[in-house]
């Protein structure tokens, strides 16, 4: 058995898409607490200047978050993850829901911590600016 490729920058981790449905954010919601009517009223998104309604910007944050989780395969091996909300996803009420694509990058390695760009797309455009991790990585 060989030996797994090392980290090095430029690393791209595999492509991640999310899809995201109007029960999901229903879902998302009673676990989180978060009830405003703008992630599943198109009346009271519309009333708040909004298109539509939008999934919760941690639900994007979070499941984003899975690329890297998914490719170090311990989220405990996660030292820091953060972003800022630049555009949010619309949810239409139908059964396809919305589509995120993520990608991402490791961009440095130093002591044996990855850095990890992160992008996720909505319809063509980004929903998350800076988006980064902090990775330990296996030794």
Known sequence: MSEPDPVVAGTEL???ELRFTRADL?????????????HWSDRV??????PGVIAHGMLTLGAAGRIVTDWVGDPARIRSYGARFTRPV??????????VLVTARVTGVSDGIAKVDIKAVYD???VLGRAQAEVLLPE
């Open 90 to 99: 619309l949810v239409p009420d139908d059964d396809e829901g919305a589509t």
């Open 26 to 38: 229903v879902r998302y919601a009673g676990a989180s607490g978060d009830l405003n009517p703008i």
């Open 124 to 126: 063509g455009k980004g």
């Open 14 to 16: 595999p492509p991640l």
């Open 45 to 50: 998104a519309g009333i708040a200047g909004l």
